[in-house]
């Protein structure tokens, strides 16, 4: 498949931004009225890249302006149940600011307790953190549900999607809360982003060699209708470039997808593996060590992106 920026582009950053008002609304309700200032800022950057991501998105779209009838497809479409989540995260997500923000102009308001959270905050958070997840599942199950295209139709899609959006959400936080010297629990912190850095090699190495043992559930001659039978090309279907040639049947050299799968778990697991031991084993300033480690993985996962459209064969092409 052609690997349009746009959607690369949507993927990461929106995956990235729904992440990060993830661990935003967990550290919320453990907050104290101190953290106020750094959680706004958390907040509002995850759904600055949420929105930044959706916007992208509509660049891939013939007519940008009619992009609001997907919404009315959300019994049928994941692309709409992804749309119809995306504008109902922001309900909580934008109250969830929004006590940020009146705990920070007024730190005897008591929004954030030392004691617990208080109902508002416990209602909010989890509100936020359900429906951040619900988009992200449902952006990955736009693509695992085609069933024209192998590579997307596999078991780890969701999985990676959801690990990858955990990831760089977990790496912003830090490289904000670090910047604003406001931190909690470094420690457990730093464990979290090793193991999710850790797991996402994983389930990424998994994914990469299923890509690369499994064949085409079908054959040339399945797709002209002689199933059975070796179907060589006499000529091609037309004589002009076409949508289909365009979009559907890109190839990427298999020596540069083994190049750009080493990049991207350089970027996505060493280098912020290694900015992290730096930073807590080191004396590396901690804002520089997790700023770091989130800009390697935001750019680790784009390249991972990139390939998971690039490496990816529609049906039609057996046939094209």
Do not use: N
């Given at each position: ?25 967990l ?66 997500a ?103 850095a ?26 002209v ?53 730096l ?21 680790g996962s ?19």
């Amino acid at each position: 498949m052609h690997p349009a920026l746009s959607v690369i582009l949507f993927t990461t950053l929106s995956g990235a931004g729904y992440g990060l008002l993830i661990w935003t609304a967990l550290v919320a309700l453990y907050a104290r009225p101190g953290d106020a200032g750094g959680l706004l800022v958390c907040a509002l950057t995850g759904l600055v890249l949420a929105t930044v991501g959706l916007l992208s998105s509509m660049l891939h779209l013939g007519k940008p302006v009619r992009a609001w009838r997907a919404f009315s497809q959300w019994r049928t479409s994941w692309l709409s149940r992804e749309g119809v989540m995306a504008v109902v995260t922001y309900i909580p997500a934008l109250l969830l600011a929004g006590m940020a923000w009146l705990e920070w102009l007024d730190p005897e308001s008591v929004v954030f307790r030392s004691s617990g959270p208080t109902v508002a905050v416990l209602v909010i958070a989890l509100a936020t953190i359900a429906c951040a997840l619900a988009t992200i599942v449902c952006t990955a199950m736009i693509y695992a549900s085609l069933k024209p295209i192998p590579a997307w139709r596999h078991r780890l899609v969701v999985p990676v999607y959801l690990v990858f959006a955990l990831l760089g959400g977990l790496a912003l936080l830090a490289a904000i809360l670090s910047a604003a010297a406001a931190l909690p629990a470094m420690r457990i912190v730093a464990t979290a982003l090793a193991l999710l850095a850790t797991l996402a090699a994983g389930l990424k190495l998994g994914y990469w060699r299923a890509l690369d043992r499994t064949q085409l559930p079908a054959d040339r001659g399945d797709a002209v209708g002689l199933p059975g039978r070796a179907v060589s090309v006499f000529e091609r279907p037309h004589t002009e470039a076409s949508y289909i040639t365009r979009e559907m049947a890109f190839v990427v050299a298999r020596r540069h997808a083994r190049r750009l799968r080493a990049l991207a778990l350089l970027l996505f697991t060493g280098v912020p593996l290694l900015a992290v031991y730096l930073t807590m084993h080191a004396g590396l300033e901690a804002s520089w060590g997790w700023g770091a480690a989130a800009a390697a993985i935001l750019a680790g996962s784009f390249v991972e992106r990139w390939l998971f459209f690039a490496q990816a064969r529609h049906m039609v092409t057996l046939y094209y």
